[in-house]
Each structure stands twice: as structure tokens, then as C-alpha cells.
């Protein structure tokens, strides 16, 4: 279990039969079949929102929702909770699903009004004012691009604000250090893990490792700044070869991806002939990793790495091993940030930058052997998902699941 500002208890060697079983062959996801939740065109609650919140849509505002705590006679008080969106995500949803979820596990009532301000200023303007005038205790800022906003329009506001799906903010410069507060009304949690901790991993994984492909949207500032420049300094001083492949035009990425990838094969054979020596690293940059077939397709028998653990997933159209901060997992630690600020508990420019650690680790082992390549034993103790030689999953949130002979 992760604890609540971004420490984890030993992991130790769990599920030693998955392993046993996995190496026989004889794994059998099974996903339950569930029905389609409702979609109000920018947010997808889950089954479990649904089951535990009543969404409301706003008359004449399309992109507004009330989210309320089903019958809580016992509760204290009712919580007002903003959420301040940029834009749609699946990352988002996910993040604001395991938000609500955790509130009804700390038997926490809330109002939430969620707001996709699509990253105009004017919209984001009246979005605070009705925070302020309705009485918000707490606003969430969903995304890099929402942070960024708030920050520059809202720092020193009234109502707190904690950071969700958000890069570094050291590195981004909203504040001086992980360790000490913010000294405002932000609290800050980071998608991001230092970046000599992943390099680690990718040495482990490839010792001699010779040329690293750095896939990034030259439109995601918070990306380049914080994951794709930042390796680059760190593998380029280590005698590492990068080679940075940035997307120009995110509407035809799929396009830009498969030539840049293709290019990159070519350029790392000419050190590495059997592309043993070689990593494709894919950034938190949505507009890059949604492209995976696309990345997949053209990548040979490079491995194909993401920051991002919702890149592994079932079946072929997947990166073979993710090792980052997933939205999830930020998110858990974003929502018990939220929780004792609104319950007394921390101030909210007092508290340090959470990060979880340690990382989400996914495996994917049908393109492992697909690519043949080795995953060392400790990544699959580790592992927070692992999907089988059929692609199928057989761990999630670190617990195995639905698995038959």
C-alpha cells in the first residue's frame, strides 16, 4: 500500500506462483464483461461513480457537472469541491473516478462541480468566480495545462488548490522545492519520478545501453521540460545517444510517428547492429502515446518504453514495460492531499511536493517475447500490472486477477 504523501511499504517477493505460471504458459485473463457507463461527452464516470454519486448535468452549460454524494445522513458536513478540467482526457477521467472513490472511502461528503474550461481564459475566469461566490473549500487542478493556468491566475487566492495529473512542479518552476511548501494556496503533486532513478531502470534493463529515442509533442511544454529534456541531459552525460524524435503537428502524429520511428531504427543500427543496445522512450504526452500502434508498427525489434503505465495494456497494441507515476496512483495521493486539507489536518502551502514511490512498474510479456526481450525478475516483483504471453491481464493494482488453467 502506498502511504499518503508518496512513501510505499516493502513490496517484498509477492505472487511468487504468477511467476511460476507465467513462465508455464498457462495464464488465462478474465476480464468481466461490464455494461458501458454513461458519457457526458468529456468526462466517463465508472460503473462505481455511478453506483456511489449522482451526476447532474448544468441547463445551458454543457461543460458543467454537479457530482453529489449519494444519501449521507451521517456525514458531518458536505464538502464543495471544484475541478477545474483543460480539456477531455481518458486520463482525467481515471483521475477523477479514483478522486471520488477515495472520497467515499474516507466517508468524505461533497458537492463537486466539475468544469472543462478548454483552456480559455475567459471561461477559467468565471470558473473562479463561481468557486468564490458558491464558497469552494478546495479546487482540484486537473492537468499540466490547468495547473499552469491556476498558478498564473489564482496563486495567493482564497480557496486551496491541489495539483492532479500534473508534471514537475519544480522543474516547471511553480515552486523551489520537493521537500518545503509552496509558501501560497497550492499544494503540489508530480506525474513525474526523478530522472536518475529512471535512467536506473532502463540501464538495468539494458546495461550497454547504446542509443535511447525520446518521443515527445513539441506542443507539450510541461513534457519537454520536465521528462524529455531532462533525460536527454542525463542519458547524453552517460555516453547514451539520443535521439529526439518530437511530433510538430499533433492532429497527424500517427503519420510523423511511424516516419520519425522508422528513421531512428535506421540511424540506431548503425552502432547497434542487432538492436539490442537500443530503447524507444515514450513521454507523458498524450498526443504521443495514444499513437502506440502507430510507434509499435515502425519500431522493429526496438523495445518501446512509456513513462505512462496506461501504455501497457492488453493485447498487441501496447509498450512492453512502462515505468512512471500512473494516473491513478497520483491521483490516490492528489485526493488525500485534497482530504486533509479540507479536513484541517495540513496547511496547504506547508506540505511538499507528493510523489509516489515507489514507481507503477506494467509489463506486457506477449511484446517482451514478441521482441525478445528479457524483463529481470525484480520488475516483475515489483509490477503493479502484467499482462501474460497472450496478452491478457493477470495483475492490476499489484493483486492478481482472473486467471484460470
Request: aromatic fraction near 8%; glycine fraction near 8%; include cysteine.
Given at each position: 500500500?502506498?502511504?499518503?504523501f508518496?512513501?510505499?511499504?516493502g513490496r517484498?517477493?509477492?505472487?511468487?506462483?504468477?511467476?511460476?505460471?507465467l513462465?508455464?504458459?498457462?495464464?488465462a485473463?478474465?476480464?468481466?464483461a461490464?455494461?458501458?457507463?454513461a458519457?457526458?461527452?468529456?468526462?466517463?464516470?465508472?460503473?462505481?461513480?455511478?453506483?456511489t454519486?449522482?451526476?447532474?448535468?448544468?441547463p445551458g452549460?454543457?461543460?458543467?457537472?454537479?457530482?453529489?454524494s449519494r444519501?449521507r445522513?451521517d456525514a458531518?458536513?458536505?464538502?464543495?469541491?471544484?475541478?477545474?478540467?483543460p480539456?477531455?482526457?481518458?486520463?482525467?477521467?481515471?483521475?477523477?473516478?479514483?478522486?471520488?472513490?477515495?472520497?467515499v472511502?474516507?466517508?468524505?461528503?461533497?458537492?463537486?462541480?466539475?468544469?472543462?474550461?478548454?483552456r480559455?481564459d475567459?471561461r477559467g475566469?468565471?470558473?473562479?468566480?463561481?468557486?468564490?461566490?458558491?464558497?469552494a473549500?478546495?479546487?482540484?487542478?486537473?492537468?499540466?495545462?490547468?495547473?499552469?493556468?491556476?498558478?498564473?491566475?489564482?496563486?495567493?487566492?482564497?480557496?486551496?488548490v491541489?495539483?492532479v495529473?500534473?508534471?514537475?512542479?519544480?522543474?516547471l518552476g511553480?515552486t523551489q522545492?520537493y521537500?518545503?511548501?509552496?509558501?501560497?494556496?497550492?499544494?503540489?503533486?508530480?506525474l513525474?519520478?526523478?530522472?536518475?532513478a529512471?535512467?536506473?531502470?532502463?540501464?538495468?534493463l539494458?546495461?550497454?545501453?547504446k542509443?535511447?529515442?525520446?518521443?515527445?509533442?513539441?506542443?507539450?511544454?510541461?513534457a519537454?521540460?520536465t521528462q524529455?529534456?531532462?533525460?536527454?541531459?542525463?542519458?547524453a552525460k552517460?555516453?547514451?545517444?539520443v535521439?529526439?524524435?518530437?511530433v510538430?503537428?499533433?492532429?497527424?502524429?500517427g503519420d510523423e510517428?511511424?516516419?520519425?520511428?522508422?528513421?531512428?531504427?535506421?540511424t540506431?543500427?548503425k552502432?547497434?547492429?542487432?538492436?539490442d543496445r537500443?530503447?524507444?522512450?515514450?513521454?507523458?504526452?498524450?498526443a504521443?502515446f495514444?499513437?502506440?500502434e502507430?510507434?509499435?508498427?515502425?519500431?522493429?525489434?526496438?523495445p518501446?518504453?512509456?513513462?505512462?503505465?496506461?501504455?501497457?495494456?492488453?493485447?498487441?497494441d501496447?509498450?512492453?514495460?512502462?515505468?512512471?507515476i500512473g494516473?491513478?496512483s497520483?491521483?490516490?495521493l492528489?485526493?488525500?492531499?485534497?482530504?486533509?486539507v479540507?479536513?484541517?489536518?495540513?496547511?496547504?502551502?506547508e506540505?511538499?511536493?507528493?510523489?509516489v514511490?515507489p514507481?507503477?512498474?506494467?509489463?506486457n510479456?506477449?511484446?517482451?517475447?514478441?521482441?525478445g526481450?528479457?524483463?529481470?525478475?525484480?520488475?516483475?516483483?515489483?509490477?503493479?500490472?502484467?499482462?501474460?504471453y497472450?496478452?491478457?491481464?493477470?495483475?492490476?493494482?499489484?493483486e492478481?486477477?482472473?486467471?484460470?488453467?
Open positions: 500500500m502506498r502511504t499518503a508518496g512513501g510505499a511499504t517484498g517477493l509477492r505472487h511468487l506462483g504468477l511467476v511460476l505460471v513462465l508455464c504458459g498457462t495464464l485473463g478474465a476480464a468481466a461490464s455494461s458501458e457507463p458519457y457526458y461527452g468529456w468526462f466517463r464516470p465508472s460503473a462505481e461513480t455511478l453506483d454519486w449522482r451526476l447532474e448535468e448544468t452549460a454543457p461543460d458543467q457537472l454537479r457530482i453529489r444519501d445522513r458531518p458536513r458536505t464538502r464543495r469541491v471544484m475541478v477545474l478540467f480539456r477531455p482526457s481518458p486520463a482525467y477521467d481515471v483521475a477523477m473516478n479514483k478522486i471520488l472513490d477515495l472520497f472511502e474516507k466517508g468524505l461528503a461533497a458537492e463537486v462541480r466539475v468544469i472543462n474550461f478548454r480559455d475567459q475566469r468565471r470558473a473562479l468566480a463561481e468557486a468564490e461566490a458558491w464558497g473549500e478546495l479546487i482540484f487542478s486537473m492537468g499540466s495545462e490547468s495547473t499552469a493556468w491556476l498558478w498564473k491566475r489564482y496563486r495567493g487566492g482564497r480557496i486551496p491541489v495539483s495529473c500534473s508534471k514537475d512542479p519544480v522543474l511553480q522545492s521537500k518545503a511548501g509552496s509558501g501560497t494556496n497550492f499544494a503540489f503533486t508530480s513525474n519520478m526523478p530522472v536518475e529512471q535512467m536506473a531502470y532502463l540501464m538495468e539494458k546495461p550497454n545501453l542509443n535511447l529515442g525520446i518521443l515527445v509533442n513539441s506542443h507539450n511544454v510541461s519537454i521540460e524529455a529534456k531532462p533525460m536527454l541531459r542525463y542519458a552517460r555516453g547514451v545517444r535521439l529526439y524524435l518530437d510538430k503537428n499533433p492532429n497527424f502524429a510517428l511511424s516516419s520519425l520511428v522508422g528513421r531512428a531504427v535506421s540506431m543500427r552502432n547497434d547492429p542487432t538492436l537500443s530503447l524507444f522512450w515514450i513521454t507523458g504526452s498524450t504521443v495514444r499513437e502506440i502507430s510507434i509499435n508498427a515502425s519500431s522493429d525489434r526496438v518501446v518504453l512509456s513513462v505512462v503505465p496506461d501504455v501497457v495494456q492488453a493485447g498487441n501496447s509498450a512492453v514495460l512502462s515505468i512512471g494516473f491513478q497520483n491521483a490516490h492528489a485526493a488525500i492531499y485534497g482530504i486533509d479540507l479536513q484541517g489536518r495540513v496547511r496547504v502551502g506540505v511538499g511536493v507528493g510523489i514511490s514507481p507503477d512498474i506494467a509489463i510479456f506477449r511484446k517482451a517475447r514478441e521482441i526481450l528479457k524483463i529481470p525478475f525484480r520488475f516483475l516483483e515489483r509490477a503493479t500490472y502484467v499482462y501474460d497472450q496478452g491478457r491481464i493477470v495483475r492490476r493494482n499489484g492478481p486477477v482472473g486467471f484460470s488453467r
